[in-house]
């Protein structure tokens, strides 16, 4: 069954969520239940739609306070360093955490650009451009070492904070954002 990875964007009655876009289609039937529902936290203002099965609360508290955490590092950063190049977008942010086997499979993750990464296997992306409008997406590995999905997560989610004040996604800023919240 080919169903789109990215199904980031799906059809739920959470406020201000829209239908998946199609190109996440196969992703979305390989995601269990727990998965695709996802639950809403408003954190600094930004609607985060968590897609993932936590089954150990220690992992979830992990994973929303890293994002929680970097939302925040990411605002300041932006401001001391960044220059904004339009008002904050009102985007709602899709995060899927799941296992390196279906981000790594290029089968259900057809849209996004592999050879940005020299087709090599990644912990994470981010992705604006097949998300519905008003909507981002981050996918970010489960099955790696906590050291890892921190380090994922710091990084993508400065990609989705370039992304909402229009800035150019590029990954020297990601890692500047990276080591500033290090020495912090």
């Known amino acids: ?9 799906l059809c739920m009655s959470i406020s201000k969520m829209s239908c998946a876009s199609e190109y996440y289609d196969i992703f979305w039937g390989h995601l269990s239940p727990l998965e695709r529902e996802g639950f809403l936290e408003k ?30 590092w990411a605002d300041r950063f932006s ?3 960044g220059k904004p190049t339009c008002e904050q977008k009102e985007t709602v942010l899709h995060i899927y955490y799941v296992s390196r ?16 990464w020299n087709n090599k296997n990644i912990y994470g992306a981010f992705d604006s451009t097949y998300s519905p409008k008003g909507t981002a997406t981050i996918f970010l590995s489960s099955t790696h070492s906590r050291k890892d999905v921190d380090e994922t997560i710091k990084h993508e989610i400065y990609h ?18 990276e080591t500033y919240h290090v020495v912090k």
């Open 1 to 9: 069954m080919k169903n789109f990875f990215i199904f980031s964007i």
């Open 43 to 72: 954190i600094y203002g930004v609607d985060v739609v968590f897609h993932a099965d936590f089954t150990n609360l220690e992992e979830k508290d992990f994973v929303i306070g890293k994002v929680s955490a970097y939302l925040l």
């Open 79 to 81: 401001k001391r360093y």
């Open 101 to 116: 086997e279906i981000i790594n499979d290029r089968d259900i993750m057809h849209f996004l650009s592999w050879s940005k």
């Open 160 to 177: 989705y904070w370039q992304y909402r004040i229009c800035q150019v996604l590029e990954e020297t800023s990601a890692y500047q954002f």
